[in-house]
Structures are given as structure tokens and as C-alpha cells.
């Protein structure tokens, strides 16, 4: 079944068609990677379908639905949530805080501090517990590792119980230990029924983890299947290496 479809989406920047006239399908369930060379055009596509930038042209529909054009909140109801290629982790706040303000995006922090629910915080909780970092609950996003951000910006995106997720280079920046365990999280929360669409350059994590494989060209997709397919296409190779 497909999940997350777009039509002819088009988004140009002056004279630059970063976007032009995609038409995709992500499949529902399952983990999608969306792949190309740098400026293909991946995260404007991305920008396009969370409500980031309106797109010139075309639709994007969740599971039938549109969402073309749809402000940012809107479509994270619709159930879809994403994270940034460069982390956004709040450097002042906590751990803790950080994913609490991920609920209540607007509160100021003083605000947060006093109106916390205890469900959001247990959740919070879970959820640190789950990415593996629970022990740094009470340190600020500035002392985080990088990676270590990655892991406290995906628990920010599960906040929100999306039953799609669309992650910006999850591996980029990351040790390869760490690129392991977010492969598995991944795994995990795909099991439980959450589908993913991962934009990444690592292309050991993209044969091992996808299902579905979207490649990006100069704005356009140029070959759409399994990884094996994707791999033996010529057409991909040409773009990647310019053969
Ligand atoms: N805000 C912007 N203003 C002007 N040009 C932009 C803007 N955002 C993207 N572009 C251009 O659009 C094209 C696609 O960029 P985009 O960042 O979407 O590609 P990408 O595939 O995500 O690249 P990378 O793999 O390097 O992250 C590039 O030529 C880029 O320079």
C-alpha cells in the first residue's frame, strides 16, 4: 500500500528547479529511503511534504490524503514527523526539557517547567529509556555529544507518536556504533508499524535497512525499487558517478 505519495511536486529556487515534477510513492509500513547525489534535491523534497516550503506545484498526499501546502503543524497531526540533517536540540535546555518543549513547541520554558504533565514526562522518560539515554535526562543539549543529539532529536520526533517518520541523514556526522544502534531503532520501531522515510548518503545503512529505495536526480526521481534494483540500475550509477 502506499504511504506517502507526491504528484509532479516542483519547487524552484530563482532559476534552480530543486524539486521538478517528482512524482513518488513510499510505501505504508515499510522503510523507505529516499537517496542521491548532494543538491539532487532530497531535502527540499522533504521541506515540501512537512510544510516547510510550499511547493510551486503538485500535491503530497498521507495514505490518500492531501497535505499539499498545509502549514507544518497540520501535517505533523496528519501524523507525520521529521528530524533536521542538522540536529535541532535546544542548547540551554536539558534533556528532559528538550523533549518536553517538543510537545508544546510554543510554551516559554519557565512556562514548561511549571505546566509539565506527568504523562508527558513518563513519556519523556520511556522514550529516553528507549534511545538509550536516560542517564543524561538532567544535562544540557550543549554538553551532547553529536550523536548523542541525533538520539535526544529522534526521541523529540517519537513525542508526537507519528505514525510516519522522515529522517534527515540519521548516520550523517555519526560513529559507526552509533549508526548500528540507529539502524536498529529504526528496525524496532518499523516492527511496531511505523513507517520511515530515511534520506542518508550511507549507503551500507541504506541497502541494509530499506525496502524501498527512491532515487533523486537533478529534482527528479530516476529509479524507484529494491535496493538490489536500485543498485543494478544503470541509470543510478550514471548519476552518481557521471559515467
Ligand atoms: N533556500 C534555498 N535557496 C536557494 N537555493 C536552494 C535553497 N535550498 C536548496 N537550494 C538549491 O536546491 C538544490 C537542491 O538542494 P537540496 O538541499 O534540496 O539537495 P539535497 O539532495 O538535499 O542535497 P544534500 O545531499 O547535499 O543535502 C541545490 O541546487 C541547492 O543549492
Known sequence: MSGLTTTGLTKSFGGVRAVDDASVE??????NALIGPNGSGKTTFFNCVTGMIR??????????????????????????????QLCRVFPRMTV????????????????????AQPADVAKARDLLTRVGIEHLEHVEGRDL???Q?????????????????LLDEPAGGVNPALIDRIGALVRELNAEGRTFLVVEHNMD???????????????????QGTPAEVRDDPRVLEAYLGV
Do not use: C, W
Not at 26 to 31: M, N, T, V, W
Not at 59 to 74: E, N, V
Not at 97 to 105: F, G, H, S, T
Open 96 to 115: 528532559l526539557e528538550n523533549l518536553l518543549v517538543a510537545v508544546r513547541p510554543r510554551s516559554p520554558l519557565g512556562a514548561l517547567k511549571r505546566s
Open 55 to 84: 511547493p510551486d506545484a503538485g500535491t503530497a498526499r498521507l495514505r490518500g490524503a492531501d497535505i499539499t501546502g498545509l502549514a507544518p503543524h497540520r501535517i505533523a497531526r496528519a501524523g507525520i514527523g521529521r528530524s533536521f
Open 145 to 147: 555529544s553529536y550523536g
Open 149 to 165: 543529539q541525533k538520539l535526544l532529536e529522534l526521541a523529540g520526533v517519537l513525542m508526537a507518536d507519528p505514525d510516519t517518520i
Open 26 to 31: 513510499f510505501l505504508d509500513g515499510r522503510i
Open 205 to 223: 545503512m541504506v541497502m541494509s535497512l530499506s525496502d524501498h529505495v527512491v532515487v533523486f536526480d537533478r529534482g527528479r526521481p530516476i529509479a
